[in-house]
């Protein structure tokens, strides 16, 4: 199967659907981003790469980010991680307080607001220099040093983070927040602001695909089974409320965020990035849906 075309005939399709949706204006800075930006990159674990539209073009990872904190916090702490995070589907919005107030300040998974800010207060206690130290940490997936975090898109964030410090005090109320608010806040909304293109998520991403070890420099990063449970919860918590849809239309574990990327994986094989600004209630890319859906639909192939 040529890949290139079915990436082509994507792009055609999805263009011709119409779709709209809506940009995230509770974060100033995102809601100036052209929402006819459109762009998708698949990098096979062979080598192989297929693109097309705005692929190149850096964008807002924003909660594409918490794959990574949740990597990072899961290498320090391994499996005590899950005394302070679930790993369940939350069915609730990304950033709801309701739960966590039932749920004594545990997070029911850490792709949403809530965990990754519990991964946030980890990695500020375990990193020297935890923004700097992230950075690199990011860029070593990428295998690149051309990622960095958008200050501007970092601030827009923190002087309307209202929900988020919430969310810290509470469970800073249950004992389950060991540092300054402030602090964790600023490292969760400087890990949100990272800018990434297609081409470097789908490379970041590829080492879950290739069972924890980085393809282009061979180190294991994460053990086979812990890459397993890495990709479980992808694949259980990683589209806010609309996990059971994106599961049914895709069938791939990924992660989205309100910047309008998705990152998906399939194991083995690939790892795939598509952006498109426009979101849909739950926060997902509408077109981003709908491409990696025609993806697996017009290759035959899923994780099912
Ligand atoms: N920085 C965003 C927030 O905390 C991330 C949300 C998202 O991408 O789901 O609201």
Known sequence: MDLQEVLNDIRTEVLDAGL???????????????????????????????SFGDSQEKFSIQSISKVFTLVKAFQYKGSILWDRV??????????????????????????????????????????????????????????????????????????CSHRNAAMVNLMKSFGNIQNDVNLVLDFYCHACSIEMSCTELAKAFLVFSNHGKLPH??????????????????????????????????????????????VAIHPSDYSVAV???????????????????????KTGYSIF
């Open 20 to 50: 709209k949706g809506s940009l995230p204006d509770y974060i100033p800075e995102l809601a100036n981003i052209d929402p006819e930006k459109f762009g998708m990159h698949l990098q096979t674990l062979d080598g192989r790469s297929f």
């Open 217 to 262: 420099d061979q180190q294991q990063i994460l053990s086979v089974s812990d890459t397993k449970r890495i990709n479980s919860i992808m694949h259980a918590c990683g589209f806010y409320d609309e996990v059971g849809m994106f599961s049914y239309r895709v069938g791939l574990p990924g992660k989205s965020g309100v910047g309008g990327g998705i």
């Open 86 to 159: 679930g790993v369940e589907p939350s069915g609730d919005p990304f950033n709801s307080l309701q739960q966590l107030e039932f749920e004594s300040g545990i997070p029911r998974n850490p792709l949403i607001n809530a965990g990754a800010l519990l991964t946030a207060d980890i990695l500020v206690s375990e990193l020297k220099n935890p923004k700097l130290d992230f950075l690199e940490f990011v860029r070593s997936l990428a295998g690149s040093r051309e990622v960095y975090y958008n200050e501007k898109v970092a601030y827009s964030e923190l002087s």
């Open 275 to 297: 952006w498109a600004p426009e979101l849909n209630g739950k926060g997902n890319s509408v077109k981003g849906m709908m491409a990696l859906e025609l993806l697996t639909t």
